[in-house]
């Protein structure tokens, strides 16, 4: 869809951001927590905040919250009542401030869950949220979505997309109609915008390593010695995966006894080795070695192969949140220099 | 510097030595976890104030051990840590070659004497807000405390990089790991986090070297480190212990003493 674009104040931002608020809506937006900030549920609009490169976790537990009930069942005089909470009915959120990068991963997640069985749970939360995303007017050493097929002012997946340009205003990109219907419903916050050249106000990423020539090399690695290496300072926590936008896999928790209980899906991570351990005992990726991989594998060489995209948008949480410095951008450089290139 | 680089070479030169844990350059001004193996990898060897993840924990990882043996270069955080595993019989056969920097002296810590002598003289120091907020907190009341915590986990989603981050949560398997039966709810909710963060300070508690590697691991920013260092303080108001300064020490809550002060025990 060609998106149509105009501008908008930094007041009338915070207006619409207010009106939101005011007519009930679930609006998450970016909070200072200690030094961090956070996609947080906004109770007052004075409490967003604008000055940060990226959030320490990602927004995609909108979609995918880190424990989601999907069933439940109680006892009570009558008998047993069953709770199916796909059958409730999600409310509208809206997401602001999320990074072109974390719209194009969501676009991913969703597609990854629209695969084949479509998840009905992320499916129905992704037509329940509209994304307001931010362009990048700033970087940091960590950041490296040029690498990853996106961009500081990519549109994919936001359906609208502000950037700040000159004079406390923002360009606004519509990109979908649900970010139509929103800019049509606060018509007189915006105007239209004349001819803006974006790119002069984006912050510059460069481009770091091509992801086509990794996944390449990524196909022959498997039984490569660069693993045991690189992974060497792992400590086999699951941050790298929960900082993640487009990490997605889940476990499936019972809690409960015979006459109360839930059934969740949570989150969980390959970094861990229960992640794979069998009934028998035996584990196939028995040491942070292979779960490493397992982890540069699935984002750069068996999604694109099997999906079409790649799990990675090179947003950098991941290398900012890691207590041992894994620094993911840094590994995949080393993995087009170290493994031989092939036809 | 210099001379840490050159012992670490010597270290490994002599075989006495197969891997020197220590740290090196990280990205954007961070240092990170480095294993020297080569005289090469022992001039990438840094040591100043950033080194704060506790080292320790990476003497019992597998890929580590089986290098063969082991120096590591400790803070006074990580040789109370040694002395603690140590204890607890995490070194069946002999101590890791423990090096200590002082003015760019570097000072080899190799039995029970002479590194229970240096973690005695040298205490653990944390930032003073640390110790203000451990303050803070047992000041509150139980409803205050209580909403802390709560608004604390509410970001938690049970990484588990406190326990990864932490060189005294070395159990094969966990106890939030434990399904037959389920001791911890496993999922990051509400009642599963608290669980989760609460099990694992009364593990902590008279353990707890208070080096702070689990608040500074934390992704999500709660200062996980403030529930286990309370808890250490408590077991050393209460039973006289403290932590990591006595290799032969009995465990604090798995011991019993004719002596204790409390009548219903005897």
Request: aromatic letters at 8%; glycine letters at 6%; proline letters at 5%.
């Amino acid at each position: 869809m060609t998106s149509t674009t105009y501008t908008l104040t930094h007041d009338n931002l915070n207006a619409l951001l207010r009106a939101l608020v005011a007519a009930g809506k679930q609006l998450h937006a970016p909070q200072r927590v200690g030094p961090k900030v956070f996609f947080k549920p906004v109770n007052d609009a004075a409490t967003i905040v604008f000055d940060y490169v990226q959030t320490a976790e990602s927004p995609k537990s909108l979609l995918f919250p880190k424990a989601e009930f999907l069933v439940s069942y109680r006892q009570n005089s009558e008998g047993m009542v069953v709770t199916d909470h796909l059958q409730k009915e999600i409310p509208e959120m809206i997401l602001f401030g999320s990074r072109p990068c974390d719209a194009a991963a969501l676009s991913r997640f969703v597609q990854f869950f629209a695969d084949g069985h479509a998840d009905a749970m992320v499916t129905q939360r992704r037509r329940a949220l509209t994304i307001i995303s931010m362009s990048c007017i700033a970087s940091d050493p960590a950041c490296f979505c040029t690498s990853c097929g996106s961009s500081p002012g990519d549109t994919t997946g936001s359906d609208l997309l502000l950037t700040p340009i000159s004079n406390g205003r923002y360009l606004v990109d519509v990109v979908t109609e649900k970010g139509q219907s929103l800019v049509a419903a606060n018509e007189a916050l915006f105007e239209q915008a004349p001819t803006i050249v974006k790119d002069s106000y984006l912050a510059t990423v460069e481009a770091v390593f091509t992801p086509e020539e990794i996944t390449k090399r990524l196909a022959t690695s498997f039984n490569d010695p660069i693993w045991k290496n690189a992974s060497l300072r792992c400590i086999g926590c699951g941050a790298c995966a929960y900082v993640c936008p487009t990490c997605s896999c889940f476990t499936i928790e019972d809690e409960g006894n015979d006459r109360t209980g839930d059934r969740l899906r949570c989150w969980d991570s390959c970094a861990f080795a229960l992640f794979t351990v069998h009934t028998t005992g035996h584990n196939p990726r028995p040491t942070q070695t292979e779960r490493w991989r397992q982890r540069v594998m699935h984002k750069f060489s068996y999604l694109p192969e099997t999906n079409h995209f790649l799990g990675c948008v090179g947003c950098g949480r991941c290398s900012r949140a890691c207590p041992a410095d894994m620094n993911l951008k840094e590994q995949i450089i080393a993995i087009a220099e170290l493994l031989p290139a092939i036809g | 510097m210099q001379s840490l680089q050159h012992k670490a070479a010597e270290l490994l030169g002599s075989n006495r030595a197969s891997v020197v844990i220590g740290y090196a350059e990280g990205s954007d001004g961070r240092v990170r976890p480095h294993f020297a193996r080569t005289n090469d990898d022992a001039k990438a060897l840094v040591w100043d104030q950033r080194c704060k993840q506790n080292l320790a924990v990476y003497l019992t990882k597998h890929e580590i051990k089986e290098m063969g043996p082991a120096a590591i270069i400790a803070s006074p955080a990580v040789v109370r840590t040694i002395v603690q595993m140590a204890s607890e019989q995490q070194f069946v056969r002999s101590f890791p070659i423990t090096l200590v920097v002082d003015n760019d002296q570097v000072t080899e810590l190799n039995d029970g004497p002479s590194l229970e002598a240096f973690a005695t003289s040298h205490p653990v120091l944390f930032p003073s807000h640390v110790t203000k907020e451990v303050e803070d907190l047992a000041a509150m009341s139980v409803a205050d405390r209580f909403a802390f915590w709560q608004e604390e986990f509410s970001r938690c989603f049970k990484c588990y990089a406190c326990r990864s981050a932490c060189p005294l949560c070395y159990c094969t398997k966990c106890i939030t790991e434990s399904n037959q039966p389920q001791w911890v709810t496993v999922a990051p909710h509400a009642l599963g986090n608290f669980e989760w963060h609460l099990n694992r300070a009364m593990h902590l508690a008279g353990r707890c070297i208070q080096c702070g590697s689990c608040t500074l691991a934390c992704p999500a920013g709660i200062p996980i480190a403030l529930l286990t260092i309370e808890a250490s303080n408590i077991v050393q108001r209460e039973f006289g212990y403290q932590p990591g300064i006595k290799a032969d020490a009995p465990a604090a809550l798995s011991s019993f003493r004719v002596e204790d002060k409390e009548a219903f025990i005897r």
